[in-house]
Each structure stands twice: as C-alpha cells, then as structure tokens.
C-alpha cells in the first residue's frame, strides 16, 4: 500500500473513533464491519477508502476534520476554517500563545520519554501523534485570531 493509503486510513480511523463506531455507523448506513474495512491496512482492503460522502457526514460531527486535513497536508495545502472559528480560543492570540507554548512542551516531553529505549512504539508514535494534531489546532486558532486582529486593524 502506498504511504498515502497508509496515511489516509489512519486518519479514517481517528474519524471514527472521533465519533464513535455507533454514531458513524448511523451517520454513514454502513455497517462496524464495512467502516473498519475502510481503515484497515490488511491486504485485502488496501484499496478500499471511505467514500467522500461518509467523510463529509462524520466530519460535520467530528471535532476535527481529520480526513480533509490529511488530504489537505498531503497536497501541501493549508486548510483555515469559515466564519464558526470553531477552534478558536476566546482569549485570543496571548492565550494561544501560552497554550502552544504548553503543547510543544508537553510534545518534547513525550518525545524523550519514547525514546528513552531507542525505540517508538505504536502506543508512543499515537500519543506523539496527539500531541502533534493537538499542536496543528492551536495553530489554527492563533491564525483565525491573527487574522480577526488584522482586519479589525484595517476597520
């Protein structure tokens, strides 16, 4: 399977999950069989891939649109959200600020525990991961805060 598929599926799952399996099995009509299918990375369903349809039902419900961020990074695109700034923190940018500061902390501080033995984990590589889209949504709120300072600057 190509590093993509890889990609995409593991991004599949953290959508389900997301949601949870019985809600996504309402939301899509599909079965917890044929949803796991759609991110497993056994032969058989490497070209197997959630239709676009599915995706856009669990991501109106998700907290975060982890299959079109994933698409959207492997494109080289950065993604910012419409005028809900479901993200965005109330404290604005400082508060931002702090919690990046935090994350990237807390980031560093699971990377050198899982490397303490040479070796990470797939429970490591997941709470790295974590840590790393916790980062991605920080940043995002900081830009939509950035960008309300900036026009309300120009106004």
Do not use: W
């Not at 190509?2 to 019985?22: P, Q």
């Not at 965005?88 to 050198?112: K, T």
């Amino acid at each position: 399977m190509s590093g993509y598929g890889n990609y995409l599926k593991r991004h599949t799952e953290a959508l389900v999950k997301d949601v949870g399996l019985e809600t996504a099995c309402k939301l899509t009509g599909k079965s917890k069989a044929t949803l796991g299918r759609y991110y497993s990375d056994a032969p058989e369903h490497q070209d197997r891939f959630m239709p676009i349809d599915a995706v856009a039902a669990l991501e109106a419900e998700a907290s975060y649109p982890h299959v079109t961020s994933a698409l959207a990074e492997l494109l080289g695109i950065t993604m910012s959200y419409g005028d809900s700034n479901k993200n965005s923190s109330p404290g604005g940018v400082n508060s931002d600020v702090i919690e990046l500061s935090q994350r990237f902390a807390m980031l560093m501080a699971e990377y050198n525990q899982s490397i303490e033995d040479g070796v990470i984990t797939l429970n490591e590589s997941k709470r790295l991961l974590r840590e790393t889209v916790a980062i991605q949504e920080v940043l995002l709120s900081m830009k939509l805060n950035l960008e309300e300072e900036a026009v309300a600057g120009n106004g």
